[in-house]
């Protein structure tokens, strides 16, 4: 199954904005700042999260527009997913699948989505925070509970902290039954990552290391295995640091060049780039191929040669999934326009060619 019949309305520069008869490699091109990547954008919210650009929403309404915004897209014969936001309700996103309201959460049930921007060409360099979204997204397309079970985790945390940094000392009780969801949540947490690293190093192991540098994964994690004592004794010392200094919200994905046995996070930017195509590249061989899975590749072919856009289309015929991919002009991508169902994006405009 693939996504089909797209709808954008009153997103980003899109008024109104149909793509009909997507294939499995579908390409947009046209100029910077035409509108490819709000394409994009729209498809990543049809997976729990914020989307790839992890903007508030009122950013993505129209600027002409009421305020409000919808995207949708038919999966296969038989389901419709969409979301939106109403004009009434800026600040409120409602999810559909069938025309039934349902908690974004439940979207990975559906649907995996993947992607990968110019902007992340600097993940392991960033904050810790944008590899742990990074590697929720990878175990989400595993194990589509994962979004309630972070949801649950994300929410006890906040309720803990408030507490936490409220003037009065927080009533024990009231702590103890926060921090035992926080420990059940939290461990499930990073039981399923740690899963999906020990995957994805055995697989990564098994690539070859050219014509993508092969990285090598590990869970970075200092979460006790006994979150609920590590938490309950923690208390006097979170409640000066004014926030939870222990749980899987500290933890790390560290990834390392295998060759040269260096952190990603000192290897050159090019290299950089190739490891993260490699960890997308393994992981799609570890995804059931009778789940939906859409990746979605913003400027992919911008910094490769043509040796390695070559073999990057060829691993990915061999993958399981849908690809979107975007570009200023169809030259590089000359492997797959046969292949390929290509539309041409000129402000906030979409042409099939």
């Known amino acids: 199954m693939a996504l089909d019949r797209i709808l954008l309305e009153d997103f980003r520069n899109h008024a109104a904005t149909a793509l009909d008869g997507a294939a499995r490699f579908n390409l947009l091109v046209g100029e910077n700042g035409a509108g490819k990547t709000n394409v994009l954008e729209a498809l990543s919210l049809l997976a729990p999260g914020r989307g790839l650009r992890r903007a508030a929403l009122a950013e993505m309404a129209r600027g002409d527009g009421d305020g409000g915004f919808a995207v949708s897209a038919r999966l296969g014969q038989d389901t419709v997913l969409g979301t939106a936001v109403r004009a009434a309700q800026p600040n409120r996103r409602v999810v559909h699948a069938n025309g039934a309201d349902v908690p974004a959460v439940r979207l ?59 003037e009065a000392e927080p009533d024990p009780l009231w702590l103890d039954g926060i921090e035992a969801q926080l420990a059940r949540s939290g461990t499930a947490l990073a039981a399923a990552r740690r899963r999906l690293v020990a995957r994805l190093d055995a697989a990564l192991a098994a690539t070859p290391a050219e014509p993508f540098a092969r990285p090598a994964v590990a869970y970075a994690s200092d979460t006790p295995d006994d979150l609920a004592a590590a938490l309950r004794e923690g208390r006097r010392r979170d409640r000066v640091a004014g926030r939870t200094l222990a749980g899987p919200h500290r933890d790390d994905l560290a990834v390392s060049h295998a060759a040269k046995r260096r952190p990603a996070a000192e290897c050159s930017t090019g290299e950089q780039k190739a490891l993260l195509i490699a960890l997308l590249l393994a992981h799609a061989g570890l995804l059931d191929p009778a789940r939906p899975r859409v990746l979605l590749l913003d400027e992919i072919a911008a910094h490769l040669d043509p040796l390695r856009r070559v ?43």
């Open 108 to 166: 990975g049930e559906w649907l995996s989505v993947a992607w990968l921007t110019p902007a992340m060409d600097r993940l392991f360099a960033e904050a810790a925070g944008a590899r742990r979204r990074f590697l929720d997204r990878l175990v989400l397309a595993l194990e589509p509970g994962h979004a309630a079970l972070a949801a649950r985790y994300e929410s006890a945390l906040r309720e803990r902290n408030r507490l936490l940094a409220g």
């Open 311 to 353: 073999a990057l289309f060829e691993r990915l015929r061999e993958a399981p999934g849908q690809y979107w991919l975007s570009g200023t002009e169809p030259a590089p991508f000359a492997e797959i326009l046969g292949e390929a169902a290509v539309w041409e994006v000129r402000d906030g405009v979409v042409e099939r060619l």
